[in-house]
Each structure stands twice: as C-alpha cells, then as structure tokens.
C-alpha cells in the first residue's frame, strides 16, 4: 500500500478513509496516544464487528510509552482481555448517561453507563497526564495539623496542605453531566464531546497528536482541537468520514473558542 492521502486535513488534524488496520503501518508521523470507541461487536448491526488485531497495530504505531483510552463493556473488556495483552491496566472513567439503553425483556436491567478504560505501556512516568481540576464550593484554606500516616503510607506525607477551591476530578462524577446527543447524534454510537475531551486532554500534551483509529464522526478530532492538541483519525464508513469532515470543517465551529 502506497502512503495514504488524507480524506480531510485541516489545521493539524487529518483523517484518512479505510481500514485502521492498513492504514496505521504508513502513517508518516507517530501519535504519543490513542482515545477511540471501537466497534463492541455485541449487536448484530452491521457496523458492529471487532476488527481483529487493531490493538496490535495501535501498538506498533504508538511509541514504547503510551496512552490508550478505550471506551466498551464490560463484557467487551472480558471477551477480548487477551487483545490486550502487553497493555497495563491504569484507571477506568465512567460515564453516566442520560438515556439507557437496553433490551425490550424485563430480564436484564436498562443500561445507564459505559467504561472508558486507560491502558499504558512503558513507564506511568513517560506519560503526559493532565486532568483538568474540578472547581468546589468549599474552599477550607490551608489545613494542617492532619492525622498521623497509617504505616503502610509512603514517608514524607506532607501534614498540611492549601485548598485551592479545586479538586482532582472523579472517576463517575466528573463524566455524569455530559449532555445527552440523543436526538442530534450523526452515529448510532457516538459519545458526547464533553465526555471525550477529558480523555484527550488527560493523556495528550498541548500540541501532541492523538491517534483515533475508529472516528466516526470526528468526535475525538474535534476534541483534540478544541484542547489546542493534533489529532489522526480513520473511518471505514464514507458515510461517516463524510460527517466529519463537514463537521470539522464548519466555518463558524470555533468562533469564541477560547484554546
């Protein structure tokens, strides 16, 4: 296969029309993480099937020490655990959301909630980690004088520290609030740009690149570049590239949009 020509390249973002799989060995520049929402390949839709190997060809275009954000089940966690292989488990986010969906039976209960899952490789210290803090309404100043470590607690715990107003985001909470794209989604699986911006922010440093290799709609491309960092997508779906691309490329997207 002869180097790809991007299907939309604008302002440091790219996507490219095809399969990740025979895409992702001639990329010209390297990622330093992947954000994506692969295919779960639980339905019976005909866009929900597990590309065999795209975490081994995530793998091998991403350097030694990387990031990988992955939204799915748990049951897809459990199913493809051995896909995953050589990636070490970090934190996990879930997101709540405002709609469930589920089965038409009364066996199983209605499904609020979807994981999103980090996987690194390398050394945790390499990584670039950035979680943007939580403002608070209770701001208690500088707190000294705190209880005496556990002996199991590392040496050199600080005993006094100065609330900032600011806390460090939480695994469910920080996601619970994510509008609902219910009746606007251009995918039938697409994730709210509040979800996915996090993530990106999380793991990519400002102006790195972050690797998509299921884009959809251009979710993440559009969240990489709201957060002042490079984004490479691919899409199999012309359908889907097509979107977004429009979406991406809308004139008046970033008017006010403060990097």
Known sequence: MTAPVPYFAEDGIELYLGDCREILPHLTEQPVACVTDPPYGETA???????????????AALPASASLWCFGSARMFLDRRDDFAGWKFAQEALWVKRNGTGPGSRDR???LH????????GRWSDLHHEWERERTTANKGTVRNLA??????RDGRQNAWTDDGTRQPRSVTY?????????QKRHPDEKPLAVVEPLVRECVPPGGLVLDPF????????????????????????????????RLGASDLFAGVVM
């Open 215 to 246: 884009a959809g709609v251009g979710t993440t491309l559009l969240a990489a570049r709201l957060t002042g960092r490079r984004a490479i997508g691919i899409e199999r779906s012309e359908a889907y590239a097509e979107l977004a691309a429009e």
């Open 109 to 111: 209960l209605v499904r």
């Open 148 to 153: 005496r470590a556990a002996e199991h607690q």
């Open 45 to 59: 839709n005909e866009w929900d099937v597990w590309p065999d190997g795209w975490t081994s060809a995530v793998a």
């Open 114 to 121: 979807e994981w999103a899952y980090h996987w690194y490789r």
């Open 175 to 183: 996601l619970i609030e994510a509008p609902s794209v219910r009746y």
